[in-house]
C-alpha cells in the first residue's frame, strides 16, 4: 500500500514562518507534489520537486530528499489567508499516473 | 479562460436512482481523473484516464464507472448510488509533462 504521513494540525502566527512535513512509504517514486485548498474550495497546485532540494516560489519553498523519503513545504511571511489545508501527494512513476495524496495539513495562521 | 467545469455543484439523490456527474476541460488535456474527498481520509482516486478511450481504476472504484470518448469529457456514473458514496467529488485534468493538476470545484453529493 502506499503511505503519506503529514501532520493533521498546525498553528502560526501571522509573519512567522511554518513547515509542514511530509513522509511517504510508497511503491514507487518520481516526484512531490504540493496543494492547497482552502474551505469550501478546490486543491491548487503549489509546487512539485523531482529532485532533492529545494524549489522556491514567492513565499513558499518546498524540499525534498528521496534519501530520506522526506518532503516538507515552508511557508514565510505567512498571512491569513493562508489559512488552509495542505496536501502533499507522490507520483509514482513518469508519465500521465495518478497522484497518492496524503490526508492533509489544516493550517491556522493567527493574529 | 482555462478551467475544468463540473456539473452539478451540489446533488441530493435517493439510494439507487443513477446519476451522472459531468466534468468537462478546455486545456486540451490528455490526462482526468476523479477524487473524492472525505473528512479525515484526504483525496482518493476513483478513475483516471490517460486520453481518449484509455480508464482505468483508482484506489476505490467500486460503485463508479466512467467513460472518455472526447478528449475533453470525462463524466462520472454512479449505476446505483448508496450513502456510503456521499462526498464531496472533485474532477483534474493535467496536460502531459505538466507538473500541476488544475481541479474542478467540486460536486457535493449527497444519497439518502
Known amino acids: 500500500g502506499q503511505s503519506l504521513e503529514q501532520p493533521s494540525e498546525v498553528t502560526a502566527v501571522e509573519g512567522a514562518i511554518v513547515q509542514i512535513n511530509c513522509t511517504y512509504q510508497t511503491s514507487g517514486f518520481y516526484g512531490l507534489s504540493w496543494y492547497q485548498q482552502h474551505d469550501g474550495g478546490a486543491p491548487t497546485f503549489l509546487s512539485y520537486?523531482?529532485?532533492?532540494g529545494l524549489e522556491e516560489t514567492g513565499r513558499f519553498s518546498s524540499f525534498l530528499s528521496r534519501s530520506d523519503s522526506y518532503g516538507y513545504l515552508l511557508l514565510q511571511e505567512l498571512q491569513m489567508k493562508d489559512s488552509a489545508s495542505y496536501f502533499c501527494?507522490?507520483?509514482?512513476?513518469?508519465?500521465?499516473?495518478?497522484?497518492?495524496f496524503g490526508k492533509g495539513t489544516r493550517l491556522s495562521v493567527i493574529a | 479562460e482555462a478551467q475544468v467545469t463540473q456539473n452539478p455543484r451540489y446533488l441530493i439523490t435517493v439510494t439507487g436512482k443513477k446519476l451522472t456527474v459531468t466534468c468537462s476541460q478546455n486545456?486540451?488535456?490528455?490526462?482526468m481523473s476523479w477524487y473524492r474527498q472525505d473528512p479525515g481520509l484526504g483525496l482518493r482516486q476513483i478513475y483516471y484516464s490517460m486520453n481518449v478511450e484509455v480508464t482505468d481504476k483508482g484506489d476505490v472504484p467500486e460503485g463508479y464507472k466512467v467513460s472518455r470518448k472526447e478528449k475533453r469529457n470525462f463524466p462520472l456514473i454512479l449505476e446505483s448510488p448508496s450513502p456510503n458514496q456521499t462526498s464531496l467529488y472533485f474532477c483534474?485534468?493535467?496536460?502531459?509533462?505538466?507538473?500541476?493538476?488544475?481541479f474542478g470545484s467540486g460536486t457535493r453529493l449527497t444519497v439518502v
Open positions: 486545456m486540451n488535456h490528455e490526462y
Open positions: 520537486n523531482a529532485l532533492d
Open positions: 501527494a507522490v507520483k509514482l512513476v513518469r508519465g500521465n499516473t495518478p497522484l497518492v
Open positions: 483534474a485534468s493535467r496536460r502531459q509533462g505538466a507538473d500541476g493538476y488544475t
